[in-house]
């Protein structure tokens, strides 16, 4: 009987130390519920001291309104800035320490890039009126804000509404260093925002002077030098440390635009600018009137360097290629690059030539384009307009959605997969998941061959091969296969071209069709040679093997498709004289990008046209304006060269109507030429010879026709 008792008295006591923990928690939620009624209570009766009524209520109100909104304001710009704090965390003060001359194919300067850090002239030994000139114009009150000039802002902005246009700017110098260091020229709101926190952030870790000579070491100044010493040197001969007041008024000058203001190109509109730098000297209480007289009486003269344009776009990638394929240790070279400066021209003038007669109307304002030559070398690079407005090169670093100009990659890769120009698939409606993709025209092509696909530009082709036949896979694996490094979205919507691109990219891709399927070609630097003569890299020794891509036939198929887009698809206006032409448009959502990618047996050239802040074009599509700054630059760069024929392409596209044009004028050249010549043609005999000789024809064919047997009588009788 002893042993049940046992767990009944453990159970009991385990049951009575249950019950004095509940009841233990439940008085102690109690009390510290009754606590916090009671703080509460007394909380609110000490606040009711405090209780405003009327307009004070109001503003507290109101500001507490404002606090909540600019809370929750600040919380939206840091999220918007945070990739921006990215870019500082490595090391961004060193740009290497590269100093390269570059040479053009055939020998002659085109430009230096880089800067050895002893040749930067410290801001103490700078002359005061070069910095005064420099604080005047750019930025008077850089030493009292603290990043943002909120009362310069301010003025710019009442100045330039009461102009009603830019006259004026309101970043400070620091946000210009910002810029320089970390972002792009691109005009968006996004931009400005880190553009902003940026600002602060050199202001925290950075002294004014460290600012201060960061901004003088790498602004560019024109004339493809980069800091204000290089800038006097190129200018004016001498260093920053001998320059007068007008020289240092000149040069303050180009801050705001260097490609406008370059001297050496158009020393009038300089000399004007230096003027104004002059007039915000004394505006500023820097200077007075009087000791600025001379420098307006007797402005500045430069060195004569005549009026060739820098490439600086072209300068700018093979800066970064030298940097990838120079030795360590070799870092004052001389590079000899694949640089053409009359194709370059050419391209400058055409994309110029094209915004000015049609960017109004078209709504378009910048452009980019690429030259490979059919060797792969890189003839020309327009990375924009005006580099002195923005050194951000659209041609190599923009990512832009390429639409249409994409489908070669995907025809390709059909083509890989047995696939002919002949082969026919459905062009009507389909759906992918929760993607309907539509045909420009909007409605259904039927079925239709590949080759009329590509060149109509059907969009529903292309992604019924991808959905049904490829996958989209194989499709982006060609399409780095050929060159392509821009990052491709895995995504079915990169079949039209959602994914962005670089023009260089494009260029690149395309220029396999031309090669005969080959990759590897693309290159700018062909040698690099120390100062004393020695040849560190050449091309032609050190650069990897090309290798294919392309199969022959895959190759074939692809030129053949190609060719038919200027002839009976999408690109007539890229159509040459004489010359077989084959490439893509392309055209993106809302119009914001158009293409033209093509080439022909000499150089292959891609051509992008758009807006740097994405708005939407007035409805230009790549066959129109792309096409057409592509046409009038390989007019000129096809002159006076050996044509080569496109590989694979054994019946070249004509044109049915073009022909027709063309042989008619064949004809009446001709005929016109006989005409002439017959005018020109000399007279053998006299005028009284000529009429007595038409008399006797008459006479002879008037007379009878005599019989055969009688002819020998009279024979006889004569």
Not at 256 to 267: C, D, R
Not at 268 to 287: C, K
Not at 548 to 570: C, D, F, H, W
Request: hydrophobic share 40%; net charge neutral; proline share 5%.
């Amino acid at each position: 009987m002893a042993g049940p008792s046992k767990p009944r008295k453990r159970r009991g006591r385990i049951a009575s130390v249950a019950l004095a923990v509940d009841a233990l928690f439940d008085s102690s939620l109690y009390e510290i519920s009754f606590k916090a009624r009671e703080f509460w209570e007394a909380a609110t009766i000490f606040c009711r001291r405090f209780r405003l009524h009327g307009w004070r209520r109001a503003i507290i109100e109101v500001l507490s309104e404002c606090f909540t909104m600019g809370a929750g304001g600040f919380v939206v710009l840091l999220a918007l800035a945070m990739p921006a704090f990215e870019i500082t965390g490595g090391d961004w003060r060193n740009q290497g320490d590269f100093a390269v001359t570059f040479l053009d194919r055939y020998g002659n300067e085109i430009g230096q890039r880089g800067i050895i850090q002893r040749d930067s002239v410290p801001v103490d030994e700078m002359p005061d009126i070069v910095i005064k000139a420099v604080l005047a114009t750019e930025d008077r009150r850089f030493f009292d804000h603290y990043g943002i000039d909120v009362l310069g802002l301010s003025r710019a902005i009442f100045e330039n509404v009461r102009a009603n246009s830019v006259v004026q700017g309101g970043s400070s110098i620091t946000q210009q260093l910002a810029k320089n260091l970390f972002l792009s020229n691109e005009r968006t709101l996004e931009r400005k925002i880190k553009e902003a926190f940026l600002s602060l952030w050199l202001e925290a870790n950075l002294s004014k002077k460290e600012i201060l000579q960061l901004y003088l070491d790498r602004a560019y100044m024109g004339g493809g030098t980069f800091g204000i010493e290089a800038a006097a040197d190129f200018y004016f001969g001498k260093s920053v440390k001998d320059l007068n007041l007008a020289e240092a008024a000149m040069l303050a000058g180009l801050f705001k635009a260097p490609t406008k203001y370059a001297p050496h190109i158009n020393l009038p509109a300089a000399r004007a600018r230096a003027n104004v730098v002059l007039s915000n000297l004394v505006d500023s209480g820097f200077m007075t009137e009087g000791q600025v007289l001379q420098a307006r009486l007797h402005p500045a003269n430069v060195v004569d360097r005549g009026e060739q344009k820098s490439p600086d776009y072209f300068l700018d990638w093979a800066f970064d290629e030298v940097k990838k394929i120079a030795k360590p240790g070799q870092h004052s070279l001389v590079a000899h690059t694949t640089f053409d400066a009359n194709i370059q021209k050419a391209a400058e003038e055409s994309v110029e030539f094209h915004l000015r007669q049609f960017g109004k109307e078209y709504n378009v304002t910048e452009g980019a384009v690429v030259v490979i030559e059919t060797n792969g070398a890189v003839r020309a690079i327009v990375g924009g307009r005006d580099y002195g407005t923005s050194q951000f090169n659209r041609a190599t670093k923009a990512l832009r959605q390429t639409g249409s100009s994409f489908k070669p990659y995907v025809y390709a890769t059909a083509m890989e997969h047995g696939f002919t120009p002949d082969s026919v698939v459905s062009g009507g409606a389909i759906s992918w998941g929760s993607w309907s993709p539509h045909n420009y025209s909007g409605g259904s092509a039927g079925n239709v061959t590949l080759l009329t696909a590509i060149a109509k530009s059907i969009n529903t082709v292309p992604v019924r091969l991808a959905k049904d036949h490829l996958g989209i896979g194989p499709i982006k694996a060609m399409a780095e296969s050929m060159g392509v490094e821009s990052p491709l979205e895995s995504h079915k919507t990169m079949v039209l071209g959602t994914s962005g691109m670089t023009v260089m990219d494009q260029a690149t891709g395309y220029s396999v069709f031309a090669q005969n399927g080959f990759v590897g070609s693309r290159h700018g630097i062909t040698q690099l040679v120390t100062r004393t003569g020695d040849v560190v890299y050449d091309w032609t020794k050190d650069a990897p093997p090309p290798h294919r891509v392309l199969s022959e036939q895959a190759l074939k198929y692809m030129n053949t498709m190609l060719a038919a887009v200027p002839v009976i698809g999408t690109a007539r206006r890229a159509q040459l004289p004489n010359i077989v032409v084959a490439g893509k448009t392309g055209t993106t959502q809302s119009y914001r990008d158009a293409w033209f990618v093509g080439f022909t047996g000499n150089y292959t050239a891609a051509v992008w046209l758009g807006n740097d802040d994405f708005t939407p074009t007035n409805k230009m599509t790549g066959g129109s304006l792309p096409a057409m700054v592509w046409q009038r630059l390989m007019v000129y760069a096809h002159q006076n060269i050996d044509l080569k024929p496109i590989p694979g392409l054994d019946h070249p596209w004509v044109d049915p109507v073009v022909a027709a044009k063309a042989e008619e004028a064949a004809k009446k050249e001709a005929a016109d030429a006989a005409a002439q010549a017959e005018a020109e043609r000399p007279p053998v005999l006299s005028g009284r010879t000529t009429q007595t000789l038409r008399d006797m024809t008459k006479v002879f064919q008037s007379a009878p026709v005599l019989d055969a047997p009688t002819l020998p009588e009279t024979l006889s009788a004569l």
